[in-house]
């Protein structure tokens, strides 16, 4: 169901019409700057495949693949966000204002995904240049064999955080429960803290960047070889 | 002056079954290096295959179509359940999936100006979509593997079709290494990985776990194609008959089923020869699996590894596939395992080339390295000179089509208008083993082991 003002599309997709939601989304917008999602009730695939500087505002809990491979689009999930939310976003910003369930941001390529709350398991997963955010803590594996971009965590991570990491890295405030394989803490430099500091500041948050620690991959397993300890 | 009323004892030199000289080179191998090892292609066991199967011909109680007058046709549709532009193909023989990075970016273009040529699909492969295949392919093909590199929504867009890829047969339940040495800049940057580092690709998809996780991911991807085009779904061949119906309740509009003899650019070699079942076995549970859900003609069986020839073609569709797939057939036709490339016309031995790797001509399964003699799997700026796009194009090209013409023959000699009307009936086995795997009678007996 949709109705409109000038310049703001309201679609309420109660009856289940995320497929008129998404080819509208994807069909030239004219005017349209803002399109205003109601009723989600966790439904599957909002808003997925945009290629539009459009603002989406998702009025409720979304499912699995919010705005899934986004491009340009700024959607905001004012509840929680189901497995693999922005996974895949190629640019723009999502912004989840409660948890987000596993695989968030998986194999993002750009962009910035802010997650107020927790995110769980495999937070990051294959990340692919994107920076993420997380105001809460990250489940375990989170950014496993992360390739590029960066995560900030502002509460804990558990288990194998950044296992099998590769060009990515991770900053986290609160407790480590473990490191993954290959992943190791490095001391913040001043471009580290000027790093945490512009992602706390886009995602909105006050923390000191000092009170950061820095996870990167130590590259023991860049190469196959027999004395490279055999955690893979 | 020595002499011997006896012959040199010849017991002595009796090879171990068990421990065979391929086995003692093995374990001496193991032993020095402390790795497995790595290669490319597939499966070099002998398992029962399509050579094990056998046509009957028409004769008196079936009539013959003239070989030489009358049409047969090989026009196939793919995903035809839910995509609005299903692929539409001359021939039902199409190119499997082989990443830019295994190969070439000339052997990706000349691979599409092939595929184009007469009528089929080519498929992209881990890596991501180069323009070259992309320009040259009219039916390209795009995979979703798990680790998505080079995966990205404008390629989804420009694709015909969307292959999820959740194995293949070389390695069930395995993913990938893209060795180092074969990491050129284009390469890495497409994966967003330094150049030069092991690539290592997971074995998981990073945003679904399951068959019910599926169904909602194929969902996804059919919104941001807006239903257009066909998803399908590849499962290397181990539990075919429970794999594929998940494939179809996950929503696919086609399944590819790969089995063992599937090719690898680099897998394990203890992986490609001790994981998953022969093509042979996976057809016939994966075509069970569609009759058991009422589902053949909705959805559509592709079917790999170690198809060679038209007659193998033949065989799988008399199964009841829908298509076949082939990669290693098309790079020996490109010139894998050649004993010379062609420059400017002129051949030019590769033998020392294949020497320095430790082999020959015939015997070569170094795709890993990217020291590919013959300029195929390869992503050195001279050796990928080798291989020039028109000459490795037309050579597919005739490859292809000389497939299709032996899969009309035959299809003719048992009375058939169209390659699809091939059925089971019209095959026989040669061994106890292919007539059980393949359901399909030992020749000359009505006798199919398993079954009433």
């Given at each position: 169901m949709k109705a409109e003002t000038s310049d703001c599309v309201v679609f309420d997709i109660a009856d289940g019409s995320v497929r008129a939601l998404n080819q509208f989304l994807h069909d030239p917008m004219g005017p349209t700057r803002q399109v205003v999602v109601e009723n989600p009730d966790g439904a599957h695939s909002i808003a997925v495949g945009v290629n539009a500087p459009v603002e989406i505002d998702i009025r409720g809990h979304a499912g699995y693949y919010a705005a899934g491979m986004n491009q340009h689009a700024t959607v905001t999930i004012a509840g929680n966000a189901g497995p693999g939310v922005a996974e895949n976003m190629m640019s723009g910003r999502v912004t989840v204002r409660g948890f987000a369930s596993v695989s968030a941001g998986a194999s993002a390529h750009g962009g910035l995904l802010v997650i107020e709350g927790d995110a769980g398991l495999r937070c990051g997963i294959s990340l692919k240049g994107a920076d993420i955010v997380v105001g809460g803590d990250v489940g375990a594996f989170s950014a496993f064999m992360a390739q590029a971009g960066r995560m900030v965590v502002c509460g804990d991570a558990a288990e194998n955080l950044g296992d099998s990491l590769y060009e990515a890295v991770l900053y986290v405030r609160g407790e480590v429960k473990s490191l993954g394989a290959d992943a190791q803490f490095e001391p913040m430099t001043d471009a580290d803290r000027a790093a945490v500091a512009g992602l706390l500041q886009a995602a909105g948050f006050s923390h000191d960047p000092a009170s950061f620690r820095r996870v990167a991959s130590a590259k023991q397993l860049y190469h196959w070889n027999a004395d490279a300890k055999q955690e893979y | 002056m020595n002499t011997s009323n006896t012959a040199p004892?010849?017991?002595?030199?009796?090879?171990?079954?068990?421990?065979?000289?391929?086995?003692i080179d093995y374990i001496q191998r193991a032993a020095a290096s402390g790795l497995y090892e790595i290669r490319g292609l597939g499966a070099k066991r002998q398992v029962p295959h399509f050579d094990d199967l056998l046509f009957l011909g028409a004769s008196l109680s079936r009539y013959p179509l003239e070989g030489y007058r009358e049409k047969c046709s090989s026009k196939t549709v793919l995903g035809t359940r839910f995509a609005k532009k299903p692929v539409e193909l001359e021939m039902p023989i199409t190119i499997a999936g082989m990443s830019f990075g295994a190969l070439s970016a000339n052997v990706k273009e000349a691979l599409g100006r092939a595929a184009t040529e007469v009528g089929t699909s080519t498929t992209t492969g881990d890596g991501g979509m180069t323009r070259e295949e992309r320009e040259s392919s009219k039916v390209l093909v795009y995979q979703c593997l798990p680790s998505r590199y080079g995966f990205n929504p404008?390629?989804?867009?420009?694709?015909?079709?969307?292959?999820?890829?959740?194995?293949?047969?070389?390695?069930?339940?395995?993913?990938?290494?893209?060795?180092?040495?074969?990491?050129?800049?284009?390469?890495?940057?497409m994966r967003v990985l330094p150049q030069g580092v092991d690539q290592r690709s997971a074995a998981r998809h990073p945003d679904w776990t399951g068959p019910d996780d599926l169904v909602i991911k194929i969902l996804e991807l059919r919104e941001i194609t807006d239903w257009k085009v066909p998803i399908y779904v590849k499962i290397g061949a181990t539990r075919v008959f429970n794999d594929v119906k998940l494939a179809v309740h996950a929503g696919a509009d086609v399944v590819v089923v790969d089995g063992m003899q599937g090719g690898t650019a680099a897998t394990q070699t203890t992986f490609i020869e001790n994981v998953g079942i022969p093509t042979l076995a996976a057809v016939r549970q994966a075509v069970d699996a569609l009759d058991d859900l009422n589902m053949k003609g909705q959805v559509q069986l592709i079917v790999s590894g170690g198809i060679r020839s038209g007659a193998d073609a033949a065989k799988?569709?008399?199964?009841?596939?829908?298509?076949?797939?082939?990669?290693?057939?098309?790079?020996?036709?490109?010139?894998?395992?050649?004993?010379?490339?062609?420059?400017?016309?002129?051949?030019?031995?590769?033998?020392?080339?294949?020497?320095?790797?430790?082999?020959?001509?015939?015997?070569?399964?170094?795709?890993?390295?990217?020291?590919?003699?013959?300029?195929?799997?390869?992503?050195d700026a001279v050796l990928e000179t080798r291989l020039e796009p028109a000459v490795g194009a037309k050579r597919l090209r005739n490859y292809l089509r000389t497939m299709n013409m032996e899969l009309t023959t035959?299809?003719?000699?048992?009375?058939?208008?169209?390659?699809?009307?091939?059925?089971?009936?019209?095959?026989?086995?040669?061994?106890?083993?292919?007539?059980?795997?393949?359901?399909?009678?030992?020749?000359?007996?009505?006798?199919?082991?398993?079954?009433?």
């Open positions: - | 004892p010849t017991v002595s030199r009796e090879e171990s079954a068990t421990f065979d000289r391929k086995t404008d390629d989804v867009r420009r694709a015909d079709a969307i292959e999820i890829v959740i194995g293949q047969g070389a390695k069930p339940g395995g993913g990938g290494m893209l060795l180092g040495q074969k990491i050129n800049p284009r390469v890495a940057a799988a569709l008399a199964m009841g596939a829908d298509a076949v797939s082939i990669g290693q057939g098309v790079l020996f036709a490109l010139g894998c395992n050649s004993e010379s490339y062609v420059q400017g016309g002129q051949h030019i031995s590769a033998v020392q080339d294949y020497a320095a790797l430790g082999t020959a001509p015939g015997f070569c399964h170094h795709c890993h390295t990217g020291r590919c003699p013959v300029g195929v799997t390869t992503q035959i299809a003719r000699a048992c009375g058939k208008q169209n390659v699809h009307h091939l059925e089971r009936e019209d095959l026989v086995a040669l061994t106890v083993e292919a007539a059980a795997m393949a359901g399909v009678p030992l020749a000359g007996t009505d006798w199919i082991p398993g079954r009433r």
